[in-house]
């Protein structure tokens, strides 16, 4: 039964059998709605001629998505002491996970970032009050002082992104820049003396879980999309090549993120900021690839007034940028010999030419892709130092 107040002391980083619990797979649940808001948005900017302007605001919005989520994955990993205090904090941080999916079509179409303000607002405030409150029961003054640390750079960061709000509009991707940076910053300031207690197995989980999250609002957003050009258009075998071509992706994508153990990577605070932070760009491509699939739906049902051409790369870039960033942040560490390691390079930039290939070019990206997992498997199976790092 839960207790109604608890001490938030540090959990120990050695603790055996640490898994994810109902609440974080319900706080991640819940952040579907604005990844699923931002997916939306880009799709209908892209759609409409404004690729350059889409991409830009969906990343600035996903970055505030994604940074929400580290936030409070990270703090959830070293402190989470499941009482009444800390579930009812979280729920709150929840509701204002929802207030900011509600402002994300407001901040793409009129460039209006007040609501998506309000709901970083109610979650950076409930976050702090959890620094504060693991501050209170600290054991130590270096721990105490790296969670006030935390407690203030939070609310400073989330003063400063008032200004995204009164600048001019040119102005905001550089003020969004420089406030991103310095969210960056604040773990590193904070934990400068003293690192926090997240456990490696529970953030390799953690991440993992989100990855299937964004992985399968792709595969919604596509399914959704095939389904109305069905209905609408009667285009069915204009739409089987991209949802066959969509499904080898998506698959392809799970399949070569999991297939190394990730929290070998995290020996230390140093390789986890790296890794962490690195994932921006993993979730942020892996929820792209959903749009591009649906951005590519409409431009084969005349509902996009884009060329084919650019309705093939909405799908093959993001998907060559997923490639590319999982072999960077740990799948290279597990490769053994230069076949091994050209095989998601090499990759990407053979799905980035498929973007030339017309109406097959989504069908010939999910092939190759198909084909990158059955190269590594190979390649893995040939290879007895890389069997025992894991089973393809």
């Not at 350059?52 to 989470?80: H, K, Q, R």
């Not at 109305?228 to 204009?238: C, K, M, R, T, Y």
Request: one cysteine or more.
């Amino acid at each position: 039964m839960t207790q109604p107040f608890l001490p938030l002391t540090a959990r120990s980083r050695e603790e055996a059998h640490r898994t994810a619990t109902p609440l974080e797979l319900f706080f991640d649940l819940c952040f579907v709605v604005a990844v699923a808001q931002a997916g939306a948005s880009l799709v209908h900017a892209v759609a409409e001629g404004h690729a350059g302007e889409g991409v830009v605001n969906y990343a600035m919005v996903f970055f505030a998505i994604w940074w929400a989520w580290m936030n409070f994955t990270w703090f959830a990993s070293a402190y989470d002491n499941d009482d009444v205090t800390y579930r009812v904090v979280t729920l709150v941080q929840i509701a204002g996970v929802l207030i900011l999916a509600a402002g994300v079509s407001r901040a793409f179409e009129d460039h209006d970032f007040l609501v998506v303000y309000l709901g970083y607002l109610v979650m950076r405030v409930a976050l702090a009050s959890q620094w504060l409150r693991a501050a209170h029961h600290a054991s130590s003054a270096q721990e105490r002082t790296m969670c006030r640390r935390y407690a203030g750079g939070v609310l400073t960061v989330q003063i400063g992104w008032l200004a995204l709000l009164f600048v001019p509009e040119g102005a905001r991707p550089w003020v969004f820049l420089a406030m991103a940076l310095a969210e960056l910053a604040v773990p590193v300031y904070a934990e400068k003396d003293a690192p926090s207690t997240w456990h490696p197995h529970h953030i390799a989980e953690r991440y993992g879980l989100f990855t299937i999250i964004v992985l399968g609002e792709s595969v919604a957003a596509a399914t959704v999309a095939v389904k109305s050009g069905v209905l609408e258009n009667d285009a069915l075998n204009e739409l089987l090549p991209i949802a066959a071509g969509g499904l080898l992706i998506v698959f392809a994508a799970w399949w070569i993120y999991f297939v190394v153990p990730a929290h070998d990577r995290l020996t230390d605070s140093r390789q986890g900021f790296l890794w962490g932070y690195g994932h921006y760009v993993i979730f942020a491509s892996a929820a792209a690839i959903g749009a591009g699939l649906e951005i590519a739906v409409e431009q084969a049902v005349g509902k996009a007034h884009i060329s084919t051409l650019a309705a093939a790369a909405s799908v093959t870039i993001p998907t060559a940028v997923f490639l590319l960033s999982v072999w960077l942040l740990h799948a290279r560490h597990f490769k053994v010999g230069l076949a091994q390691q050209a095989v998601l390079p090499g990759s990407a930039l053979v799905i980035l030419l498929c973007s030339f290939a017309g109406r097959w070019a989504v069908l010939a990206a999910g092939l190759v892709a198909a084909a990158t997992v059955a190269v590594g498997v190979t390649l893995t199976a040939r290879t007895p130092a890389t069997r025992t790092a894991r089973p393809s």
